[in-house]
Structures are given as structure tokens and as C-alpha cells.
């Protein structure tokens, strides 16, 4: 496989659940990143891991937590979400610095996530 | 974070009309970079830009920086059906270089 894959494509839970989105990237990258796509808003940076190490959190709540046990793969722990939770997490890969900078993110197709 | 707006929100053209989305900042970036995202598909880059003043022509896609590296437009001649979808700037920090985005313009070209 090529490219960032994201896994499921779709997510549905209660308040209750524990799920996991699971992020993988064949790409050689050492930056891997969780994104929040909500409607009419920009898109959220929640997570940066720079060579498996979280090197930003932007104040993401506690019921969302990360994990990132190699440079190759990136989980998103959720439990006890809120409706307002719902959107499309989105999951990148890069290049640190110079290589962001020239040649961006490439990201996974996204988990569609429901809280109901 | 790095505040960058884009406008307009929302574009809708006939096929074979022109069309210029914009994206602006107070804050000055490395470089620029123009993303597309399609209905159930995450961004995927387009082109980037590092030089003030920089044009980069990517078939019927124009893409400029301004002069002062805060703000940059996309200009596509002869919209296509095919380039419906949402177009996202994203700015490169001058010092880390990690990535702000813009909110987005969707654009709807109807046959």
C-alpha cells in the first residue's frame, strides 16, 4: 500500500464507547498529524508526533487521546464523546520542516465520525 | 496558529467560466500551498509556492504569492465540471514551518 490509509472510513458511537481510528503511512515521513474537519470551520490541529514523539497538543479534551508506537503508524483513542465531537478526523503525514514546507501534507481519506 | 481567510465561502459558475479564489493574512509565510478536497476524500496538494511575487501555472490553474509572501489567489480558465470541490490554502510558518489553514472556498462548476 501507497499513501496515508485511515481506518474505518466511518464511525458511529455513543456517548459510552470506546473506539480507536487507526492512521498508517508507507510514505518514509517522521511527522504524523490528527486533524478536525467540522462543517464552515477551518481545520483543527489536535496532534503533532515528530518522530513518535507528541511535540504538540492544541488543548484537545481528555477523552480524546493519542497514541503513536512507531514513525509509521498513529491511533486516536476516543471514549466518553460528546454529539459536538462529531466530524471527519483527518489523519496527515510530512516531512519535518524544510519538507512541509516545500511539499505539504499528505493525508488519509478521513474517519466520518457520528455521536449519537 | 496563523489566521488566513479565504473568500468567497461559496463559488458557483457555469462550465467554461473563469473563476478566482482568494486567501489572505496578516502574517508572513514560507510558503503557500493550495489544497483540493473532494466529498468524502481528505485534502490532497495541489502546489506550493515559496518566492514572493511567484507564479505557478498548473494546466487551467494559475497560482500567485503576493509580493509580501501574506496572501496568495487561485485562478482557473475554463472551469470544468471535474474541478468541483473544496479549495483550502494552507500557510507554512516562517520558523517551524507547520501548516494553518484557510476555511475554505467550495466550488460548484454545473455542466
Known amino acids: 500500500e501507497t499513501g496515508v490509509t485511515q481506518t474505518p472510513r466511518h464511525l458511529v458511537m455513543g456517548m459510552t464507547n470506546k473506539k480507536s481510528l487507526k492512521c498508517e503511512q508507507h510514505?518514509?515521513?517522521?511527522?504524523m498529524y490528527w486533524y478536525k474537519q467540522s462543517a464552515k470551520k477551518p481545520l483543527e490541529l489536535m496532534f503533532v508526533?515528530?518522530?513518535?514523539?507528541?511535540?504538540e497538543n492544541n488543548s484537545v479534551p481528555s477523552r480524546f487521546s493519542p497514541e503513536c508506537p512507531n514513525s509509521s503508524h498513529l491511533f486516536l483513542h476516543l471514549h466518553t464523546l460528546q454529539p459536538e465531537d462529531s466530524a471527519l478526523y483527518l489523519c496527515?503525514?510530512?516531512?519535518?520542516?524544510?519538507?512541509?514546507?516545500?511539499?505539504?501534507?499528505?493525508f488519509g481519506s478521513g474517519t466520518r465520525l457520528t455521536v449519537v | 496558529t496563523q489566521l488566513l481567510e479565504q473568500s468567497p465561502q461559496f463559488l458557483s459558475i457555469q462550465e467554461g467560466e473563469n473563476l478566482t479564489v482568494y486567501c489572505n493574512s496578516s502574517?508572513?509565510?514560507?510558503?503557500l500551498q493550495w489544497y483540493r478536497q473532494e466529498p468524502g476524500e481528505g485534502p490532497v496538494l495541489l502546489v506550493t509556492?515559496?518566492?514572493?511575487?511567484e507564479v505557478k501555472k498548473l494546466k487551467r490553474l494559475t497560482f500567485q504569492f503576493g509580493d509580501a509572501r501574506k496572501d496568495s489567489s487561485l485562478h482557473i480558465t475554463a472551469a470544468q465540471p471535474g474541478d468541483t470541490g473544496l479549495y483550502l490554502c494552507?500557510?507554512?510558518?516562517?520558523?517551524?514551518?507547520?501548516?494553518?489553514f484557510g476555511a475554505g472556498t467550495t466550488v460548484t462548476v454545473r455542466a
Open positions: 496527515a503525514s510530512s516531512q519535518e520542516n524544510q519538507g512541509a514546507r516545500h511539499y505539504g501534507y499528505t
Open positions: 510514505l518514509g515521513h517522521n511527522a
Open positions: 508526533y515528530n518522530f513518535k514523539e507528541q511535540t
Open positions: 502574517s508572513v509565510f514560507s510558503s
Open positions: 509556492v515559496v518566492t514572493g511575487g
Open positions: 494552507a500557510g507554512a510558518g516562517r520558523y517551524d514551518y507547520k501548516l494553518s
